[in-house]
């Protein structure tokens, strides 16, 4: 079955840190650039960062530039999103996508390759 699957989402306190992982399945994910978005309640879905096919290159949204690195793995099909000095802000359901096209989307719906999500959790 083609898709993506989020993972390593949870409670954390902020200030703390997070990895989330992202493994694709039925395609080759190196042939895809990878992203990262979120959706807090009440707000639209979000762009967080994006990163290359090869890993070489990366952009990521003002409000986690500095704090966030997001990876990848492309011989274990994954894309990762390192979240350090997580603030109450940063509390939403963190999706990953991808594009076959080679684009660092900033638009969720120009992937064509999405995940479920993940819930992130952060406690002031």
């Known amino acids: 079955q083609v898709g993506l699957v989020e993972s390593g989402g949870g409670l954390v306190q902020a200030g703390g840190s997070l990895r989330l992982s992202c493994i694709a399945s039925?395609?080759?994910?190196?042939?895809?650039?990878g992203g990262w978005f979120r959706q807090a309640p009440g707000k639209d879905r979000e762009f967080v960062a994006a990163i290359g096919k090869s890993g070489d290159v990366a952009n990521y949204a003002g409000s986690v530039r500095g704090r966030f690195t997001v990876s990848r793995d492309n011989s274990k099909n994954a894309m990762y999103l390192q979240m350090n000095s997580l603030e109450a802000e940063d509390t939403a359901v963190y999706y990953c996508?991808?594009?076959?096209?080679?684009?660092?989307?900033?638009?969720?719906?120009?992937?064509?390759?999405w995940g479920q999500g993940t819930q992130v959790t952060v406690s002031s």
């Open positions: 039925g395609v080759t994910f190196s042939n895809y650039a």
């Open positions: 996508a991808g594009d076959s096209k080679g684009v660092l989307n900033i638009r969720w719906a120009s992937n064509d390759l």
